[in-house]
Every structure is written in C-alpha cells, then in structure tokens.
C-alpha cells in the first residue's frame, strides 16, 4: 500500500517562499511519475507540475513557471516543491500524487497543462498554503 504525506505547508505574505515535501511509502518512487496538485475554495483540482526522474523531465503550469521548482530524492523517497515569489492566488491546499504507470513521462514540458487528475493513482491528504497580500 502506497502512502503520500506532505508537510511544509503554512502562512506566508505574498513574495514569501515556502517549500513543501512528500514523503512516500510502501513503493519507491523512483520509476514513478510524482505531481504536485492543488486546489483552492471553489475550484477544482489543477496540476502544479510533475516530474519524471527517469529522465528527469519537469513540467510545471503558466502560473507558477519560473517560480516554483519540483524535485525529487529517490534516496530519501522524498518529493519537494520550493516555491518562491507566492503570490495570494496560489493560496490552496497542496497535494502530493503518484503515477506509477508514469504517463509523464511520454509528455513535455507542456504535459502538467492538460487535466492529469485521472494519470495519478495514489494521493496524499494535503498541506495547506496561505498567502496573505
């Protein structure tokens, strides 16, 4: 059985940084696709960005391009998402997923852009992140 827990999450002022991590069990996340989600009040579930260390691919969406990073340590079975410049729109609760028949690793940069809920079978419960203006 397969468990994501995040932690990380908090209340920052916008231009604040925060950087969150997942810690995986039961599976190495090694050959894995890993994703960062989030959702806010009233909105549905959107991709963050996904990474695929196989090859090392990323993929991130418009809004939080160059200011959040997502790596992994296949080491540790660890997840991370630095996010810095946080604006009061990435308000939400932030969740860790894997996908271990790794879909993302057959997409570019592009591929967090589409709706890849349904690519990720396993998920954590989330960590909340707040960013006052």
């Known amino acids: 059985q397969v468990q994501l827990v995040e932690s990380g999450g908090g209340s920052v002022q916008a231009g604040g940084s925060l950087r969150l991590s997942c810690v995986a069990s039961g599976r190495r996340i090694s050959t894995a696709c890993m994703g960062w989600f989030r959702e806010a009040p009233g909105k549905e579930r959107e991709g963050v960005a996904t990474?695929?260390?196989?090859?090392?691919?990323?993929s991130d969406t418009d809004s939080v391009e160059g200011r959040f990073t997502i790596s992994q340590d296949n080491a540790n079975n660890r997840l991370y998402l630095q996010m810095n410049s946080l604006k009061p729109e990435d308000t939400a609760m932030y969740y860790c997923?894997?996908?271990?028949?790794?879909?993302?690793?057959?997409?570019?940069?592009?591929?967090?852009?589409?709706?890849?809920?349904?690519?990720?079978?396993?998920w954590g419960q989330g960590t909340q992140v707040t960013v006052s203006s």
């Open positions: 990474i695929y260390s196989g090859t090392g691919s990323t």
């Open positions: 997923a894997a996908d271990f028949r790794s879909f993302c690793r057959y997409g570019g940069s592009w591929y967090i852009r589409g709706d890849r809920r349904a690519d990720f079978g396993y």
